[in-house]
């Protein structure tokens, strides 16, 4: 009995030295490489909405917590960034935008803040006088109807290219609209590339005409192809090196311009194979600071050769995705380009431009639900967005064994009432940017009449109502890639003289930063390694001056990016 009575004793201490052992190894896990604390920690995870602090190992989220539960994870080897009481996020991803566009856009004139075309004409005229003789002086960002006073002469407010001739006649001068569906160009570009008064217009575009039939020098849509030869052979001239110095320097810039602004993904509204090549080489060289979700633009030929080599799922630590395909259906509201239903107010002879035939983009369509792809059409007027709609509608009746497609119409502007309901009865993702809606709204009405506004203009909240999902974006560079504003404008539809452009169909705060991370992430497939802060997810974290989910909404523009975090490693530090 005494033997088994000391056994008993020497069992129990045996076991209470391990349950200390075990308790003490749980207090003290392996130490983290980064740990952010004393902040206000916004997860957009539902089942921890808000924490303190949170620790990374490697490149991903290893705890999320108190700051005294978090304590915990701090090594000598840590990397601890104090927030101060500041508030961090999950990493900003922007769902429609034009990567290496933002990095050109750096390149060439800013236009966007530019008051009139007499304004233009004198940056030009600077450029050319900089410029050797034949160089191609480009711009990108104007916007007649954002202009103090529309331009003598002029046709449907846009201006004649004789100014503009007149002050580079030895440079070849193209300026793309701010939505990239039209441009302008001067006599030498036209002269370069062939246009003539008899030039034959390709299908969805537009050479603008003076009543004589003299070109005004304004190319819409399609038609902006006509002067892209002279421009790709004047860029062929140049060295392979060259080139190459200036694709690396595009890259580098829209990296550090998306960085700053606290962006860690960004969907490419549109690349093509030799793109992805690129972007797969500049991930190679840890250049691709951000993550890239690419959709393909190649002609169905293409794709059906090769598709199935551009699937690419998480390439580089999870920076570069391929598994959509992109289409236009028609142009933009701002150029008269957005399909219509029924003829614009302020253009009664139009409804607008289909520039992608429609029995095409069935068989698109059929390409991308065969290889298992995404598709993501760009749709801006109401009949664009019904056609698209009915596409999607018949593919997916077509093969009722594919399941969890989320296709998505990009931009889904303006819609017939009939056809709200379709996304959230289909699935189809609305791919939308809220900064258009109140960058837009002053001149929406003078483009389809109050009651057309009203009843289908970025119409989020009837969306929402549908039970559809609403990612958010930029559309950059027709905007800037900034969150920062697209979130006020999603929070207060508020145009620029203080008016709110429909109030009713705004956005929570919470509703808004889900379009810009949980929802981006879904629209990609990947909300279950980003999009929300919890342990297992990528770290990728953006760290704000204020807090935008309860400072007074007058307080939101003015909120600053701090820090960015891609992967656990600091990108960005203002």
Known sequence: ??????????????????????????????????????????????????????????????????????????????????????????????????????????????????????????????????????????????????????????VDGLPFHTELSKVSPDNPVILTHASGHSCIANAKAMEMAGVAKDTKVPEGGEIVKDEAGNIVGVFRETAQGLLRGAYYQYIDNRTDEEKDAEAVKVIELAVEDCLSKGITSLHDASSSFADIDFFKRMADEGKLGIRL???????????????DEYRIDGYANHHLSVRSIKRLIDGALGAHGAWLLEPYDSLPSSTGLNTYPVDKLRETAEIAISHGFQLNVHAIGDRGNREVLNVFEETFSNHPDKKDLRWRIEHSQHLHPDDIPRFGEMGVIASMQAIHCTSDGPWV?????????????????????????????????????????????????????GSVFFGDQKMTRMEALKSYTINGAYACFQEDLKGSLKPGKLADITVLSKDIMTVPEEEIPDTEVLTTIVGGKVMYNK
């Open 293 to 307: 979700y690419v959709m393909i633009m190649e002609s169905n030929e293409a794709l059906k050769e090769k598709i």
């Open 1 to 154: 009995m005494r033997k088994n009575h000391y056994f008993i004793i020497f069992a129990a201490i045996i076991f209470t030295a391990a349950v200390f052992f075990v308790s003490g190894c749980a207090s003290k896990p392996e130490p983290a490489d980064l740990v952010l604390t004393n902040g206000k920690i916004v997860t957009v995870d539902e089942d921890n909405p808000e924490a303190e602090a949170l620790a990374v190992r490697g490149d991903k989220i290893e705890a999320v917590g108190s700051a005294k539960e978090i304590k915990r994870y701090i090594g000598d080897t840590t990397e601890v960034i104090d927030l101060a009481g500041k508030t961090a996020i999950p990493g900003f991803i922007d769902s429609h935008a034009h990567f290496t566009s933002i990095g050109q856009a750096k390149l060439s004139l800013d236009l966007t803040k530019v008051s009139g075309w007499d304004e233009i004409v004198a940056m030009v005229k600077d450029a050319a006088e900089k410029a050797k003789p034949g160089e191609f002086i480009t711009g990108r960002g104007w916007h007649q109807e954002k202009w103090d006073a529309a331009p003598e002469p002029n």
């Open 445 to 497: 009405y003078k483009r389809l009449g109050e009651k057309r506004a009203e009843e289908g203009a970025y119409v989020w909240r009837k969306l929402m109502n549908t039970g559809a999902l609403i990612c958010n974006g930029t559309d950059a560079p027709v905007e800037d890639v900034d969150p920062i504003p697209c979130f006020y404008a999603s929070v207060t539809r508020k145009l620029k003289d």
